[in-house]
């Protein structure tokens, strides 16, 4: 008989610890113990699991004592405290945050992607930031067939990307500015005003005039590909949409390769699908990709600025591929792959 697992989910009150718990239970995850943790300040909160209900523990130095697999979203301070302490008492940490994700012992994973890395790990694996994770999926078989030489990619990041504070403070300056289109609202969570704009920041700015989010695209690509040559350069934005991710992809391939060939390996890659059928108003949007797994791919067309240049639109649903789905596929692969 399979083998069933203790699960702990750290950051289990959080927008993507709530998916966590779901996913778990949408995939029929192998659960003997389930464990969910939080930081003081949410601990004592309840979450319900395959129909029965949980009071959220606070996380502790002993709370991983006999848990074996921790999905870990509560940020990179918590991260920082606690998966060392986890993978010491021997729990695997599949973390969200960015805490981890460049150190060069941590295995940095798509599991569609760079399977391959998992086995490195020594107690500890790394989900991509959302934005990096959908990116990477349909470039992989493009990457495979014609090599890529550069990526410029823009992004149209969803509010819950910043937790659901953020969207909340969305809704509500949209119903201020509905009720009175002079009103003046605070922006707490986002840089400026979100209703009714886009706003160029995400996360802090760094030295060079990109911010962390630009750079987390940067480095985390070339470390999924295991290929410091790529160039990319990213700029990120946050737009008024609750749900989904979405963004522009620029690619120039080292190699020739044909837009009806990019098609149909995008097609054929694991949890890719082409909605190309612009003539018929056919292309994703985030409202359409809301709640799944899936990483929708459309506007696939040639560049007509340079030689082997690729655009293409990609969207997908941030709470599930680029955080919650990744990394309990992470765990499930290393279940199939008997590497725990
Ligand atoms: O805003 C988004 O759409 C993605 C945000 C991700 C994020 C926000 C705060 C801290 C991260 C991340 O996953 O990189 C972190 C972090 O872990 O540093």
Known sequence: MANNYNVCVLGATGMVGKEMIKILEEQNFPVARFLPLASERTAGSKVTFRGKEYTV?????????????????????????????AAKAGCVVIDNTSQFRMDPSVPLVVPEVNPQAIKRHKGIIANPNCSTAQMVLPLKPIYDKAGIERIVVSTYQSTSGWGKEAIAEMYDQTKKLLADPRARVEAKYIFKQIAFNCVPQIDQFTDNGYTKEEMKMYDETRKIFEDDNIQVTATCVRVPVAIGHSETVNVKTRKKISIAEVRKLI??????????????????????????????????????????????????????????????????????????
Do not use: H
């Open 57 to 85: 523990e606070e996380a502790k130095p002993g709370s991983f004592k006999d848990m074996q697999i921790g999905l870990f979203s509560a940020g990179a301070k918590v991260s920082k405290v606690f998966a060392p302490e």
């Open 267 to 340: 097609g054929s890659f694991p949890t890719c699908v082409v909605m190309d059928d612009p003539a018929k108003g056919i292309y994703p949007t985030p409202i359409e990709c809301e709640g799944r797994n899936e990483t929708f791919v459309g506007r696939i067309r040639e560049d007509i600025s340079q030689e082997n240049g690729i655009d293409m639109w990609i969207v997908s649903d941030n709470l599930r591929r680029g955080a919650a789905l990744n990394a309990v596929l992470i765990a499930q692969k290393m279940i199939t792959d008997k590497l725990i």
